[in-house]
């Protein structure tokens, strides 16, 4: 979790505090990173951390904004903020859907580093 704070305050973006939410409780078995944070504003923010070998499809993408309304039915309350961190292929589609959606995508290949 340190490395996920530390890349999201090099990208300006703070939390007050940030807690991690288990795929298990979601009932979801995706392998993905979920935590819910409160930005200084006291908005909630949900940031995903995705990281595999295989390309990331805009199929993928569908799941990932149906979990999203999981998550803000979970906790009763709106999630204005949403932050995607993808170290994986990306297919151009599936990144359009997302910035369609309202999210806010930061994607670096396997191997490279930012």
Not at 45 to 50: A, D, E, K, N, Q
Request: proline fraction near 4%.
């Amino acid at each position: 979790m340190k490395n996920i704070v530390e890349y999201l305050q090099q990208k300006n973006i703070i939390f007050k505090s940030l807690k991690p939410i288990f795929p298990k409780e979601l009932g979801t078995r995706k392998k993905i990173e979920i935590y819910l944070g409160i930005n200084l504003k006291g908005y909630y923010g949900l940031v995903m951390c995705l990281s595999k070998k295989s390309r990331v499809l805009r199929k993928e993408t569908e799941e990932i904004i149906v979990l999203h309304q999981k998550i803000q039915n979970y906790i009763d309350a709106m999630i204005p903020y949403c932050y995607i961190l993808i170290d994986a292929p990306l297919c151009s589609k599936a990144k359009t859907m997302l910035n369609e959606h309202g999210w806010k995508v930061f994607h670096r290949e396997i191997g490279s580093r930012e």
